[in-house]
T-cell receptor, first 113, second 116 residues
Framework: KAGVTQTPRYLIKTRGQQVTLSCSPI?????VSWYQQTPGQGLQFLFE???????NKGNFPGRFSGRQFSNSRSEMNVSTLELGDSALYLC????????????FGPGTRLTVL | AQKITQTQPGMFVQEKEAVTLDCTYD???????LFWYKQPSSGEMIFLIY??????QNATEGRYSLNFQKARKSANLVISASQLGDSAMYFC?????????????FGQGTTLQVKP
């Protein structure tokens, strides 16, 4: 079974721009969670989608948004980029039950200049 | 509030020796899950092992075992017979409350370096 894939792997943007990151979960997985990883804040939960609905959301500003499609693929969007948005963005998929293990993708490394 | 604490920012171990990475947690939930992930320099988080709060036996997966001490709220990862490829960052994580779906709470991580 193919693992979680994320595209693109690397991105360089400038302040004020917006960016869209994509995540394709493991086949059969219906839940996708997104995390931001920075050296200062560590790994922080952004949001989780299940069956095209946002089920949970972390403490991030409204500039961070996401969606999920009927094939369970998910995208996250960051608008009006700030320097502090530079991070590794990881998505993880699971079958969607609370007890399920999350499997992560390789991440998208975003640099904001 | 739930919290994961990893007190070892960095550790060294000699190849072929065993190493224990510490993890303590705080939660008021009766039902919870604890995970360990490995993150090589490439960035991908690799799932290693899972322990449920009601599991009576410590979890094992190949060279990885989880030393679960519920009363002490600790969930230490033991890696036996370390290999050079084990050099990476290791994260302990907790599954949030059932109403907090899809969310893992992570510790700050421990960097492990395996010496030849």
């Amino acid at each position: 079974k193919a693992g979680v894939t994320q595209t693109p792997r690397y991105l360089i943007k400038t302040r004020g721009q917006q960016v869209t990151l994509s995540c394709s979960p493991i086949s059969g997985h219906r839940s996708v969670s997104w995390y931001q990883q920075t050296p200062g804040q560590g790994l922080q939960f952004l949001f989780e989608y299940f069956s095209e609905t946002q089920r949970n959301k972390g403490n991030f500003p409204g500039r961070f948004s996401g969606r999920q499609f009927s094939n369970s693929r998910s995208e996250m969007n960051v608008s009006t980029l700030e320097l502090g948005d530079s991070a590794l963005y990881l998505c993880a998929s699971s079958q969607g039950q609370d007890t399920d293990t999350q499997y992560f993708g390789p991440g998208t490394r975003l640099t904001v200049l | 509030a739930q919290k994961i604490t990893q007190t070892q920012p960095g550790m060294f171990v000699q190849e072929k020796e065993a190493v224990t990475l510490d993890c303590t947690y705080d939660t008021s939930d009766q039902s919870y899950g604890l995970f360990w992930y490995k993150q090589p320099s490439s960035g991908e988080m690799i799932f290693l092992i899972y322990q449920g709060s009601y599991d009576e036996q410590n979890a094992t997966e190949g060279r990885y075992s989880l030393n679960f001490q519920k009363a002490r709220k600790s969930a230490n990862l033991v890696i036996s017979a370390s290999q050079l490829g084990d050099s990476a960052m290791y994260f302990c994580a907790m599954r949030g409350h059932s109403s907090n779906t899809g969310k893992l709470i992570f510790g700050q991580g421990t960097t492990l370096q395996v010496k030849p």
